[in-house]
């Protein structure tokens, strides 16, 4: 692919990425979204890495600029980008961008999602030059994949927001938590979600959970949190209850 | 240590997995809590890993029979062993464990706490027996230890749970999402939680938010948790949402 010549356009996080990635592997420039009404370069693929809102209005913005263009937003229809290009698709990276953090992209998981069969080939072999998991995913699936990862991710990483507000009131380090973390991610490896859940909510040890309430007594935000997933837990963990008994 | 002589109490996740760990370098037994009635042995100390609700109810069962009792939970104080013997003190494992999922017990921080100055340089040099990381921490921070551990551990594992809901559905499994999970802590390590924060909510993308709220109108608990979470990460990530911009 190395007389494509690639535009990313959006400087955020995920431009940025993919930006570092691609440039070994293609020609490649990034754009700042701001700036493409001024662009006269034409590209072979235009990779959009905007907010989610303004997908649509940036492909418009594009129009004429490029022969291929894609969106990397999991949760926005490829049919965002129509009559932009005759070329269309959707090259999702499921993964959580943050400038300066270096990524094994390698392990990256890439979502395709074309309007020909020819644009999903270009883009697995894209995606290939920096990821060894290239699947294809429709809008649909994608929608979900998106869904499933801000549960499992963004929201994850506010767990660990909730449990530093905790901690810093004993004037303790969050990192003490992260080999319990890497333990608990470990386990998903080996066993299922359900099988692997534990603490007082998954024990039904009432006294612990109404303790745990009292703590929080200050925070009613983290406090219904606290309830909400304990009563998600109680009742999922419901038939392997013997598991975790005496 | 080789001439104490320890019994674990309770053979469940915790009990099972510190027999394993300190068999290796201590003479060790485990006893199922339910049959310490008849037990004849006299233990130097005696480790109760039992339900926390009937710690103090094993605690009196066990008087006269261990020199010096502890227990492992996060969340009882050590005071709910007073009387049980001399030398009374608590051995928290700050970790998530599951029957058969192997542990690497170097990395697993212990809290200390006892009634003297000797019981806790005793229970420290048990500790680091199998743990590099060892800690003293009053029945005040091991709570709030405790507490937060559930969020960052057993919260998350249960979103893997509710991540895991979303993609049956689309028949593909939680575990392409792994790499991600791991990718999260591994940004924490060197950045914190508020700066690590990414996804539609701390971009203030709100059509990203009302479409995935849609999505999971059939599932009005995981719908509300969405929100909660969505909500708390709006609002703390306010200040920095430069990072996250185009």
Partial sequence: ?????????GKGNVGTHLFKALKEFIPCEIVDSRKIKDLDS????????????IIEEIATLLKGKAKMIVHTSGSVPMSALSGAAEAIGVFYPLQTFTKDIPLNYKEIPFFIEGNSQKTISVLKELAGEISNKVLEADSEKRKSLHLA???ACNFSNALVMMADEILQNEELDYKIL?????QTIKKLNQTDPLKAQTGPASRKDFSTISRHKEMLINNPEMQEIYQKFSNYIIEKTDYNNEFDKL
């Fill in 1 to 9: 692919m190395e007389k494509t010549k690639i535009g990313i356009i």
């Fill in 42 to 53: 034409e590209y072979d693929i235009a990779i959009i890495c905007v907010k989610d809102d």
């Fill in 149 to 151: 990862s801000v549960f």
């Fill in 178 to 182: 992260l080999p319990l973390m890497k």
